[in-house]
Structure formats: structure tokens, C-alpha cells
């Protein structure tokens, strides 16, 4: 027994370790993501999405609280990439890892659940998740530009914005597909496979054509959105999106399709306008469709278990779990 504690005693800071290293890599790698395509506001760096704070979110829902040293040392990480660390990057880095946890924490507050099958958790996961919590990261990060005097002040909205607009955009479009890809089981009829299939070069088809496209027919993205919706739910959905929003980003940073002609304020205007569009609209709606299948499930289950008790009833026995008269009455006859 002694041999036992002490191996569970020295393998929990081993897996502490791994998990920790384990979040700060994906971390880092959401951030060399995001800064392979990212636009200069008032001379500040942002990235339209910032997946980090997706992948960092997801974690702390997955893992608990216990991963916040791997947000922060990957956080660390993607700072030492960008610049070099100096005592204002100490706050930065506050930021990026304080903004998730607040976010994590808010929605443990309201008994979120990471399944995603409510309304009220997409709703949670939108408005805690994304708009309140990332306003940490932005006011930190933009508050401590300007006070270094790295930022001009008449700068700092514009900067603000467009950083906790990446930060929501990152929880929005990461956060719930890494959640549903947990659980995601691949279909098992021919006719779903089909199905897949043709959503899939359906949508490598047209979303390059309307992201590219000069005759500014991004609209056209939406059917596919709410196609995958209906037929696959939030995995389906959330996958879409994802993939409307970088091929949407590429477009804008290269200056080409509906953003040729725009300026930077213009374009990131339009950009993420669009991205928190579709990010709301394959979420919400999946919800809704999701809410509304295990409605009808959990009716079919009750009515089908009412049936069994009207067949047992007809045939004069006993409805399942409901002990017989006469074994009643024998246990009646025994306690006597």
C-alpha cells in the first residue's frame, strides 16, 4: 500500500508537468497561428483572430484550473517571439492569462457545460466567455502601450478594439470546436457519408470564390452555415465558420476581393463584422438545432417507455420495475 501512495504521489507532478507543457505548446502554436497573418493598427500589431485565447479557454474548460501555468508559460513563450521582455511585458502577460481564467470562472459560475447543447451555454460562452472576460487582455495590453509610451494616446480605442475583438474572435470560432471535437463520433450510414462529402467541396468551392470574389457576395457563405447547422449540428457548423473565417482573413490581409479598396480601419471593420457574424450565427443556431434534438429524443424515450407500460398492462402484468400483487402480498405475509 505504502508503494502505491508513493508512485500516486510522484506521478502527479509528472502529469502536472506534462499537461502544463502540453497547454503552453498549443498555446504557442495558436500564436504563431494567428501572427502568420495579422494587420498594424495605430502601429500596434493585432491578429484579426487570436486563437490562443480560444485554445486557452477550451483547456481550462477541459482540464481545470490547474492548467493555468501552461496559458501563462505559452503565453510567455509567444511574448519572447514577438519582442523583447521588458517590465511592461510582465502586464501583458498577466493579461493574456488573466482574461481566460475570468472567462473560465464566469462560466463555471453559471454551470456551463461544455457539451454545448443549451442555448444557455452558447449564450454564456458569447457573452461571458468572449465579450466580458477578453476585455481584461484588451485593456491591459493597449493601457499598458500607452503608458510606456509605446502607443499614442488618441490611439488606444482603435488599438483596444481591434485587440479584444481578436481575443472574443478567438473564443467564438476555437473554444467550441475544440469542445465538440471531443465528442464527435463519425456517421455511420453510406447516405451521411454522401452527405459530408458534398458540404465539403460545396464549401471548398464557393467560400474561396465568395472570400476572393471583387463583387462582395460574402452573404453567400450563410446557406452553407446553416446547411451544416441542420445536418451536423455545432461540428459541422463551427467547422464551416472556421474555415470562411481564415480564407476571409487571407483575403483581407492580402488586400484582395471585397477588401481591395478599403483602407486598414475599413478592412478590419468589415472583416470583423463578418467573422462575428458567422461565428454568432453557426453557434446560435446550432444550439437551437441541438437544443431541439434532445428535446425530441428525450419525448421518444418517455413515449416509448409509456408503451412498454400500456403492453405490461394489457397483458395483465405488472408495469417494469413494479413489484407483482402476489409478491406484494408474500412480502406483506412474511413481515407478519
Known sequence: MACVVASRDLRTPAVFALETLAVAACYYAGGRLGLLRHMSVGGAVVSPVWPPTGVAVACLLILGLRCWAGIALGALFVLVHLTTLRLSSLGVLVGNTAAPVCG?????????????????????????????????????????????????????????????????????????????????????????????????????????????????????VYPLLIWSALRFELAGSMVCALYASVLAMLAATDRVGPFEHLSDVEIMINLQAFNGAMALTALLLSAVITEQHNTRRSVERACQELVEVLEHLTAGEPPPGRPSREEGGGRRDTRG
Do not use: N, Q
Not at 495590453?141 to 494616446?153: E, H
Not at 472574443?168 to 451521411?192: E, F, H, I, K
Open 104 to 220: 473560465y470562472l464566469l462560466l463555471r459560475r453559471v454551470g456551463f457545460r461544455t457539451d454545448l447543447g443549451r442555448l444557455r451555454d452558447c449564450l454564456a460562452l458569447v457573452f461571458l466567455g468572449a465579450f466580458a472576460a477578453m476585455l481584461i487582455s484588451s485593456s491591459i495590453g493597449a493601457g499598458l502601450l500607452v503608458a510606456t509610451g509605446d502607443l499614442p494616446g488618441e490611439d488606444f480605442w482603435g488599438v483596444w478594439l481591434a485587440w479584444w475583438v481578436g481575443d472574443a474572435m478567438g473564443v467564438l470560432l476555437v473554444t467550441p470546436l475544440l469542445l465538440v471535437l471531443r465528442t464527435v463520433r463519425a456517421p455511420v450510414r453510406l447516405s451521411r457519408w454522401k452527405e459530408v462529402l458534398g458540404l465539403t467541396v460545396t464549401t471548398a468551392v464557393l467560400v474561396p470564390l465568395a472570400t476572393h470574389s471583387p463583387a462582395s457576395v460574402l452573404f453567400s
